[in-house]
């Protein structure tokens, strides 16, 4: 599924949009202080060594979840299928709230300090590699993708402008990234959601003036169960257990706050993800509603509302990249320094990582495979294998489950990401004709279902220790 979206190339207003990036650019730079010790740069930690508070920990976790990609993801969805296929994208925000009982169980439960630490105590080295490789591949795909769509706000792939933007955008979020790490993330968090907020509240204002966002624009496509839209709501459903805990983005501020606070948190991002994520996929809608044969969705929205609102539509795309692509930095770097301890933590070794996997970002956008969704789709297959981690290991309390079943979990979940990836991309038909998020649901019920058989059958085959009697 491809589709192009407005650029400098089309836009009459479009110096305008070079203007906001530099803008955002110069605050954002301006609020990150740098870094003078590990707590702030790893941790979040102020340079007193306090907490962030609720409110920023809200925006926070709100502004590094709605990125550029959810975003357009979103509204294309509701393009194709109308609003079903919008709330099946906002479905998987859904995920604050499984991904507050996770941390909650995880900290204040179990009592670990990461989530490698707890994979590590139940599965051993073997917990934590298969771990650690998942959210990595998750990682580069968030650089990747949120350079991606600033590339083609600036112009089609492989012009001058797409390149100048693609590179300049990089730059520039490294730049004040490596600054000062997760505090400065936090800091820069909060002034970009409000942005955001506000873009997003006066692109609403002028989408309903406009007279457009009627009920039948928004209802007219009725719920079918063997629609993709109904079918990918369905996946959803199913992913969203485990999709939270294998992004570090999220579970990392989980970390950074008292209990109570972090509850609120993870609540408050929810509902007002969900909402902010709706509305913008609500566009996509009605201009699928109001579509003829060989529009695309830039064409429809920009004829129903014209050139102002779609600025603002580019705007709103270029906030949420930025925002969420200082946090995967930042928590790249915690990733390979602190969890991995693949290199000692320090702050040239936290800026290097950032650095790395910017790279390797950059070469995904020049080199990799363009459909957003898949990312998502792949990325969601591949984190099922900790549904049964989470379902017996962490909120069971099980300590009994063998590694092979962990093990086999994962292999399982990565079979099911590769066939998708093959079979969504054209590579494969082994699931014959049926549309790609029929056969998704296939493969996620498939994982989902054998993971769990597999944790089940471990418990009850797994030798238990034998007690020795007192002088025996």
Known sequence: MTIRIPSLETDPMGYVLPLTVALVAVISIWLSP?????????RGLSPSGRSPSLVTLILSQVTTWIFARSLLNAAILGYYYGIWGTLAYAAYYLSFLTGGMIIDSLRFKHGFSSIQ?????????PGTHCYNLVIGLRLVSEVFANILVIGILFGAEGTLSYTLAVMAFAGVTLLYAMLGGLHASLRTDVFQMLLFFGVLALL?????????ATIEAVFGKPFEITEPGPILLIVA???VWSYPMHDPV???????????????????????????ITLFGSLGVIAGANAIDGDTMNTVLTRLLGDTPMLLFNIALLVSAMSTLDSTLSSSAKLVAVDMKAVSPTLLNGRLVMAAFMLLGLAM???????????????GTASMYLAPVIFFSLWAGRQDIPVWSYVGSFALAIGGAVLYF??????????????????????SATVLAGGCALFFIGQIFQPQPQLVKDGA
């Open 204 to 212: 609403t204002v002028l989408t309903l003036a406009s007279g457009n």
């Open 34 to 42: 740098k870094a003078k010790n590990e707590d702030g740069f790893f």
């Open 250 to 276: 999220m579970m990392d501020r989980g970390f950074l706050a008292d209990r109570q606070t972090t509850r609120r948190s993870f609540l408050h991002a929810g509902w007002i993800s969900i909402l902010c």
């Open 365 to 379: 956008v020049f080199f990799g495979n363009k459909d957003l969704f898949s990312a998502v789709a792949v990325s």
């Open 237 to 239: 459903l199913l992913q």
């Open 117 to 125: 630490e707890f994979l590590r105590d139940r599965f051993g080295s």
């Open 422 to 443: 093959t079979e969504s991309s054209g590579y494969s038909a082994m699931l014959g004709e049926a549309h790609k998020y029929t056969k998704l649901l296939w493969i």
